[in-house]
């Protein structure tokens, strides 16, 4: 093959890539954060007896679960600035993996929120709480640990998706790692170390949502 | 925006975009059906294999699942060409799909397996069936009821990640649409019109997946 | 205005085409401990819901302490009243349920605060010491800080009811609170209730517990179809059913 591994000139642009990687999580966690707002809202219209906030809820989750990432990326980086709707290349890579969050999250949260006994509902309807009272105080904690194994691959997967944010040059990890593979020629061991860091990230992730979930468990 | 002028440049491209369709469809297929090859030795190595082996498909699966998908196609689309294999954008495209592909099949498979009761290798073993017996009639079968839905919800992953691919210059819908794009400047209407077609797909896929869903499920 | 405490009348309730509840009526003064059995579908937990409003009704009134309960007419309207109105005059009555329906990720003594942090806006402190002194009545200050899995069913039923009793109710409602026991727990749950009977509780108990509905009931009511089928005191109903229907259904139930 001819070709001999050699790291030197990966390590000489390892701090770039780290800095993507901190770009990298640093996107995803402002799109989950504002997807899990808009993913718990959505979930409790998904659940209404009211059809008129169910069914918006409902296409705004289908469309999104049934159309590409990348075509969302781009639609709103260059399409929606023809609306006169003009962000920046992190804002609108942000704007749409929230929007793109919220779907994903609120069928999680949906999924967690049926999981919950109605009975524990009328408990809290006898000791004349309100129902805003008792989503947050009751519905909402428990849905959270119930849900905690899906959020969290959930989670992952959504971290994996900023890796798209490179298509509109945002220099996040993978934006990093394609720009050093094309000026060193180190291509297997750019993609090698880009890679590692990815898989790394995702296996702290999971640490972390599964100390939350030890964190959060019930005695029993 | 001028709907009849988009009509008008949509007819003109009609067969750049009916390629690009094509292209999508094609390689969508292809890739599923390599990964699904590929994912069902994965599942059954994970669930029956050697431990050595047991341990090779895990580190090979959980590498895959913690990598983002363009990141696999773009070290596909780079490395291969460095360590001498010579295959073109759509060929290295496919293959990273494929392999993606085929870490979802294997954990589904696996799940599926490990899913059926101890108790039921038990039974077949009693009344006298060999292990491939028992694969065959007990353990397939039951492992195949909750394999389908998963499996034609990853044919609709594929369809997604397929548009990846025109990143690495494989002239897919996304890709064509891009080129209708820098010529008409169209971008809104374009997008938009992209973003349906994959819409209707996934959501065929996604309609058929619920009714397969329902055929499979073991009465009760 | 009567001095009444509970006042039913002609109460109407229907799922769809399907009527549960056909002209109930039942009135209690304070201090009375009554017992409601029959069959299972006849009505009996359905009449115990909806004087806390977790079902709708659709005719008929339901008052406690002259207040009507979950509806109002205005200008010969009947509508349902606003829902925190409603969830005020769910906290005049207290509720006990045959699953217990303790919040899972909160301990017994949180359990028995959150109504009176958050409807009745004591402070923690306050809360809290009510909390120990109700499960202290309840036999389980010792339990305070466990968790709803860490207790048997029977020590989570106590602390519902204490949960409910708390909120200081004009009115316990009881529901076949001891049907989801293991038999060994049962006892303990029902000696909680007969304490708080003879300290003068008033309270409403769908049982089928007819030995427990005969002691401790001051007055009985057999439900049969949607109807009230008799009413009197224990004795006379368990001894002399004037009905063939309530003879029926006391022999076919374990009182003896």
Known sequence: MGYTLNFAAVWRSFDLLLEGLALSLALAFAAILIGAVIGLFTAFCLISKHGLARRPAGIYVTIIRNTPILVLVLFTYFALPQLGFRLGKIESFVFTLALYSGAYLAEVFR??????????????????????????????????????????STIISLFKDTSLAAAIAVPELTFEARKINVETFRVIETWIVASCLYVVTCSILAALMRAVERRLSLPR | MDIAHFLEILWLARIPILK?????????LLA???GTVLGVFVGLALTYGARPLRWIVRIYTDFIRGTPVLVLVLASYYVL???????????????????????????????????????????????????????????????????LPAWVNTAAEMVKASTLLSIIGVAELLLRTQEIISRSFLSLEFYFFAGFLYFIINYAIERFGRYVERKTAVPS | MTGNLLEIRD???????????????????????????????????TMLRCINMLEEFQGGSIRIDGQEI??????????????????????????AFQQFNLFPHMSAA??????????????????????????????????????????????????????????????????????????????????????????????????????????VSNRVIFMNQGRIGEEGNPREMFHKPRTERLSEFLKTSSFN
């Open chain 3, 110 to 215: 949180r359990n028995v605060m959150l109504g009176l942090m958050k409807v009745k806006k004591l402070s923690k402190e306050e809360a809290r010491s009510i909390a120990e002194k109700w499960l202290d009545r309840v036999g389980l200050r010792a339990r305070a800080d466990h968790f709803p899995g860490q207790l048997s069913g029977g020590q989570q039923q106590r602390v519902a009811i204490a949960r409910a009793i708390a909120m200081n109710p004009k009115l316990m409602l009881f529901d076949e609170v001891t049907s989801a026991l293991d038999p060994e727990l049962v006892n303990e749950v029902l000696q909680v209730i007969k304490t708080l009977a003879q300290e003068g509780m008033s309270m409403l108990l769908v049982t089928h517990e007819m030995r427990f509905a005969y002691e």
């Open chain 2, 32 to 34: 599923i059906c390599v």
């Open chain 2, 81 to 147: 060409g460095t360590i001498g294999l010579d295959l073109n954008p759509f060929q290295a495209g496919i293959l990273a799909l494929a392999v993606f592909c085929s870490s979802h099949v294997g954990e589904i498979v696996r799940g599926a397996l490990q899913s059926i009761p101890r108790g039921q290798t038990e039974a077949a073993k009693a009344i006298g069936l060999t292990f491939p017996q028992t694969f065959a009639y007990v353990l397939g079968p039951q492992a195949l009821r909750q394999v």
């Open chain 3, 70 to 95: 979950g509806y109002e007419t205005v200008g010969g309207q009947r509508r349902r009243k606003s829902e925190k109105e409603i969830a005020r005059q769910r906290a005049l009555t207290g509720m």
């Open chain 3, 11 to 45: 109460l109407h309730k229907s799922y769809g085409d399907v009527e549960v509840l056909k002209g109930v009526d039942c009135t209690m003064v304070q201090g009375d401990v009554i017992s409601i059995i029959g069959s299972s579908g006849s009505g009996k937990t």
């Open chain 1, 111 to 152: 999924a967690g929120l049926l999981s919950i006994p109605a009975g524990l509902r009328e408990a809290g309807l006898a000791i004349g709480l309100t129902e805003m009272q008792i989503r947050t105080s009751i519905i909402a904690p428990l849905m959270f640990r119930n849900v905690l194994p899906s959020l969290s």
């Open chain 2, 20 to 28: 690009g369709l094509g292209m999508t469809i094609s390689i969508s």
